[in-house]
């Protein structure tokens, strides 16, 4: 979706201070800073899940790139699906341990939505990849200890994959570096099919 | 970003009222369902006119691809930019007018965005495409015989490019099909990469 207005973005920025997204970025041994972004999180999810994800990483894309318009920047958000319902970061512990009580032995789904936005290069572009999560069984002796080694009042779902995953996770379907924040396979291929290079 | 759910769409569903989109996805030899979404456009254009069209075609595609999950369904937003203000359908022939007089003799941009859902292959993409169009001089007169050759009303910035071309438009710069409603280029390029096959 490039055009010819100028032949490559001037860098990559990191619209989120997620420090698991910037390591994913980090191990795909790109170059990029981080700027994150001031939006407010849309977690009303009235539209659906997936209206919800693209919506706010869009969001975080732009607030970023209209500081920076040549530049590429990525937005992304993360959240948990279980059934119909959208579990979005808990306001408390109270609220994180119901979430991991309900999804304790049921599997559920990861999106995580990625917008990619050059303003100077008019490339906007945004999809979402999905995972399947499945919970051991817990009970709240198991939650407490999660909770001990693990801060989930910064995590969709009240959880993460990247600590402590022995206690919590049975098994993992799709992208594992898509449910902890960045599908690392897609971004790849998306950046490749368009030339763009952002290697360190 | 398609994953090995199912392993094709059952078919392609264009998401959209639009007689012009319609008529560009037949020249492009697709088979293809009309179903045209309910949702209300949003037309506030706070978050900037990326935010808006992108908005606009995900909400359309996912009305209707939730009553339609085996489906990849096409949301497309159109939206006339001119500087930093928005021009959607207008209310009237008065605003329509005034559309115009606004356009006349200046190069503004067009946006299209294309929302592609697939629920059951978990595949949600959308993208953007711009196009930039020069107006010629405009007085009332010329405007008033547009009119006569072209319902403005359901068209974003008072305009249709593929009637009365010759009284308003001086040049355009990249996909006139754009302007028109859809990125016919981008949208198979899309498609192939993908290895969808939407082949009548």
Redesign the interface.
Same mark, same amino acid.
């Given at each position: 979706?490039a055009?010819t207005l100028t032949t490559a973005p001037s860098g990559l920025i990191l619209a989120s201070a997620s420090p698991r997204r910037s390591e994913l970025l980090q191990r795909m041994g790109l170059s990029f800073t981080i700027c994150p972004s001031g939006v407010d999180e849309d977690d009303s999810g009235s539209?659906?899940p997936?209206?919800l994800v &693209?919506?706010n990483a +869009?969001?975080k894309a &732009?607030d970023v790139a +209209?500081q920076h318009p040549d530049a590429m920047v990525l937005g992304a958000d993360t959240t948990v699906v279980l059934g119909n319902t959208i579990f979005s970061k808990p306001q408390d512990l109270v609220e994180a341990a119901s979430m991991l009580t309900a999804l304790s032995g049921r599997w559920h789904r990861v999106l995580t939505?990625v917008a990619l936005?050059w303003?100077e290069g008019?490339f906007?572009?945004?999809?979402?990849?999905?995972s399947s999560v499945q919970f051991k069984p817990l009970n709240s002796q198991l939650i407490a200890a999660y909770f001990q080694r693990v801060n989930p009042l910064d995590k969709a779902g009240a959880y993460g994959i990247q600590a402590g995953r022995d206690l919590i996770i049975e098994s993992v379907k799709?992208s594992i570096e898509n449910v902890m924040g960045l599908p690392v396979q897609?971004l790849r291929e998306q950046f490749a099919?368009n030339g763009f290079d952002f290697d360190a």
């Open positions: 979706m055009n539209k659906g997936e209206i &693209m919506n +869009q969001l &732009m +209209q939505a936005f303003p008019e906007y572009e945004s999809f979402i990849c999905c799709g897609v099919s």
